[in-house]
């Protein structure tokens, strides 16, 4: 049952941190929309979320990816009246691999979701949130977002590009009651290795990996407290700093051994 005319839209919504973003959501008493390629996924939990929290939460099918797709999430919004009141940018993947050896439909593929599908629903969603004079969003980087990533450059690029977007919106949209909250996790143990072609890259062995959950429920504090940045872990806290005071050269690398 609906409780308000309210919703969150996450998107990447059927596993990992989106997944699990989704059922900690619904268990606060969010109503929900929940985007991913996955009908049946995204249509089973929505059923699931719905029954056992009481919530509305609505399955949106669509591969954010592609145009026509991306757009039509919008259209549906608006044409069912649903008030967007927090949205969850989490889709996302990367490749791993020599940029001049990269798939160039996956590298494009990869763009436009990280990037494109981000700033264009943003873009489209921010007027309802000022009008209202409220909302937060939830954009999901990493902490690849703080430096260089030879063998994984555009994804390392396109979290890069996320943090810099959030930490201006958060700028410009405060003054509307709008927070803009970036949540940068190390490692995390989702189906990201897969999609990425990892085998067993150092980077793995090194940095313990976290569960999406625990990456979900430290990002859903940070966004309702208004938090502009979240990073996951005393360990990562603690080498983003130390990255200011470490040669550019150095550390890209570091991320290159990490890789191999």
Known sequence: MKT???????????????????????????????????????????RQLSKTHGIEAVAFPADLSVADDREKLPEFIRKNNYHIEILVNNAGFGDLGPFEHADWEKTHQMIQLNITALTYLTRELVPGM??????????????????????????YASKAYVLSLSEALATELKSGGITVTTLCPGPVITGFQNR??????????????????????YGYKA?????????????????IFSLRFSPRRMVSAMVMRLHQ
């Open 4 to 46: 308000s005319n309210g919703y969150a839209l996450i998107t990447g919504a059927s596993g990992g941190i989106g997944f699990d973003l989704a059922v900690l959501m619904a268990s606060k008493g969010h109503n929900l929309i929940l985007t991913a390629r996955s009908e049946e996924k995204i249509a089973n939990l929505a």
């Open 130 to 155: 000022r009008k209202l004079k409220s909302g937060r969003i939830l954009n999901v980087a990493s902490v690849a977002a703080f430096m260089p990533g030879p063998l994984m450059s555009v994804y």
């Open 196 to 217: 990425a072609a990892f085998k067993d890259p150092a980077l793995m062995k090194i940095l313990k990996p976290a569960t999406p959950a625990e990456v979900a429920g």
């Open 223 to 239: 966004m309702m407290k208004g938090k502009r940045l979240a990073i996951p872990g005393l360990i990562y806290r603690f080498m």
